[in-house]
T-cell receptor, first 111, second 114 residues
Framework: GNSVTQMEGPVTLSEEAFLTINCTYT??????LFWYVQYPGEGLQLLLK?????DKGSNKGFEATYRKETTSFHLEKGSVQVSDSAVYFC??????????FGKGTTLSVSS | DSGVTQTPKHLITATGQRVTLRCSPR?????VYWYQQSLDQGLQFLIH???????AKGNILERFSAQQFPDLHSELNLSSLELGDSALYFC?????????????FGSGTRLTVV
């Protein structure tokens, strides 16, 4: 069945460091891919998405490119801020199925 | 505010009891999804309703049930509660049954079973 695997955290960075959170997926066909973010005490918020191969999703300085050849959707940001501290979830969806999430990666950014 | 409203925000109850969690989807959204978030299992899909009809079931226990009402709000009923049912329960909504554009999540109900 479909699944999402993301790097285990926590990821601890200093402010202005470069961020990469790896995400790979297993799916038949062509799923849509998402990154969600969960701030402490809140629900999940859609951060960015890509619906077909080679699409790049971007939002708030975060980017991720849908790589079908490597079945990956890695999240990157060039310069993280303390306010980016949160849990990040990679997810996939195919028509007719609900969103499937990875286990989440905790990011902690210190000043 | 995401537009998805979940009540209550916190719930503490004893083992063996029954609780009802409520979700009002974002205005205009016809689909409601329920997820359970626990430290060891991560985010697990429970069930999906679209315009009052059950569309898909995930890892939902037989002790759990849900429904979506004509006004599109949804309720998740958890019965014969066990300590292991302690978790965050999220509701999400989307405009249709298709989810290429993602879901909008509520802020969750934290259930503690003691």
């Amino acid at each position: 069945g479909n699944s999402v695997t993301q790097m285990e955290g926590p990821v601890t960075l200093s402010e202005e460091a470069f961020l990469t959170i790896n995400c790979t997926y297993t799916a038949t066909g062509y799923p849509s891919l998402f990154w969600y973010v969960q701030y402490p005490g809140e629900g999940l918020q859609l951060l960015l998405k890509a619906t077909k191969a080679d699409d790049k999703g971007s939002n708030k300085g975060f980017e991720a490119t849908y790589r079908k050849e490597t079945t990956s959707f890695h999240l990157e940001k060039g310069s993280v801020q303390v306010s980016d501290s949160a849990v990040y979830f990679c997810a996939l969806n195919q028509a007719g199925t609900a969103l499937i999430f990875g286990k989440g990666t905790t990011l902690s950014v210190s000043s | 505010d995401s537009g998805v409203t979940q009540t209550p925000k916190h719930l503490i109850t004893a083992t063996g009891q029954r609780v009802t969690l409520r979700c009002s989807p974002r205005s205009g959204d016809l689909s409601v999804y329920w997820y359970q978030q626990s430290l060891d299992q991560g985010l697990q899909f429970l069930i999906h309703y679209y315009n009052g009809e059950e569309r898909a079931k995930g890892n939902i226990l037989e002790r759990f049930s849900a429904q979506q009402f004509p006004d599109l709000h949804s309720e998740l009923n958890l019965s014969s509660l066990e300590l292991g049912d302690s978790a965050l329960y999220f509701c999400a909504s989307s405009a249709t049954g298709q989810t290429n554009y993602g879901y909008t999540f509520g802020s969750g109900t934290r259930l503690t079973v003691v």
